[in-house]
């Protein structure tokens, strides 16, 4: 049998203690919710709560992070397939709208992380994993001139993922979920093939 290493069981903690605060929140919120609440359902101590994690607070960081490096790869499987970047934005979107009425995402990513963590430091985050991948998209769609020529991608690529997480919180906090998440998903796709170029490059997406 092979025996775990000081840093596998390390590794180990750390992932219990994540899984317990993931439920936990899910379940009753960032606030309803101690270290001793996390500890408790993690089985584990506070020494070893504090060798990975400053705070509570930091804790709700590293879920929204693990969140963002799961979205990259669920996006590396919705683009599967897919050449137009245009087709891949659309996608991506339709999927995230999906994604963001799932329980966890809409409490502990969508509204205690960006509560407690605040807004620049949420969107921070968020531009860590999504910025460049957008923008990277823009300037192929532009150079196969499927998209019109831009003033910036970049800056695109922010307006794009501004409207979008927009969009995730009122389905997220919407009573009618389904409805809102039509009329988002419609507004997303309209603002996207807005930068469609003209001729059959642009069309090829519609």
């Known amino acids: 049998m092979t025996r775990r290493t000081q840093a596998d069981r390390r590794a180990a903690t750390r992932t219990a203690i994540l899984a317990a605060a993931r439920e936990l929140f ?123 020529p831009l003033p910036s991608t970049r800056m695109t690529a922010r307006l794009i993922i501004a409207a979008t997480n927009e969009a995730a919180l009122f389905v997220a906090n919407a009573v009618d979920v389904e409805a809102a998440r039509a009329e988002a998903l419609a507004s997303i796709d309209f603002m996207i093939m807005s930068i469609a170029a003209p001729g059959p490059a642009g069309r090829r997406s519609v």
């Open 26 to 148: 899910t379940e009753h919120g960032y606030q309803g919710c101690s270290v001793d609440t996390i500890l408790a359902r993690a089985e584990s101590s506070k020494g070893a709560f504090y060798h990975h994690f400053s705070d509570k607070a930091a804790v709700l960081e590293a879920l929204l992070t693990d969140f963002e490096e799961e979205g990259v790869r669920r996006a590396r499987e919705w683009s599967t397939g897919i050449s137009s970047p245009l087709e891949i934005m659309r996608v991506s979107a339709r999927n995230l709208l999906d994604w963001c009425t799932d329980p966890y995402i809409r409490q502990v990513v969508l509204t205690d992380a960006l509560s407690v963590l605040g807004f620049t430091r949420w969107h921070q985050i968020d531009d860590r994993y999504t910025l460049d991948v957008l923008d990277h998209l823009l300037q192929r769609g532009v150079a196969a001139k499927e998209v019109r």
